[in-house]
């Protein structure tokens, strides 16, 4: 390759093995899969592999205009907490009820991992 570096990257042992099952089972080597998750995680950072900056995330107008209603709350933890709850109870019966909508049993799947993150148990 021109202009390529060598570089030695050191991996746990659990790390390795995965690894090596992965190229496997895949029948790839280990320097392409390598490669490839590289080129993978710096597109998602930069958001293209352009490598210019991706914008921050942020909240819509729909989500803005809710804004001023908590920002006179000393504590909107509690109303965060029951609000997620909320969300994650209509995710649950939406997925229940339409299990052939793309996206709803892997959106739900996402809230659930948030769970401790809003102090639902």
Avoid: W
């Amino acid at each position: 390759m021109k202009g390529s570096r060598q570089i030695s990257v050191r991996l746990p042992d659990d790390q390795m093995e995965q690894l090596k099952n992965y190229c496997e089972q895949t029948e790839s080597d280990i320097t392409g899969v390598v490669r490839k998750a590289l080129q993978n995680l710096l597109a998602a950072e930069t958001g293209s592999s352009s490598g210019k900056p991706k914008g921050q995330l942020a909240p819509s107008e729909a989500v803005l205009d809710l804004v001023p209603a908590y920002l006179n709350r000393t504590d909107v933890r509690e109303v965060r907490r029951s609000l997620f709850c909320h969300l994650l109870a209509a995710s649950y019966v939406a997925k229940k009820h339409f299990p052939r909508t793309s996206g709803l049993a892997e959106g739900h799947e996402l809230l659930l991992k948030l769970q401790k993150l809003f102090g639902v148990d």
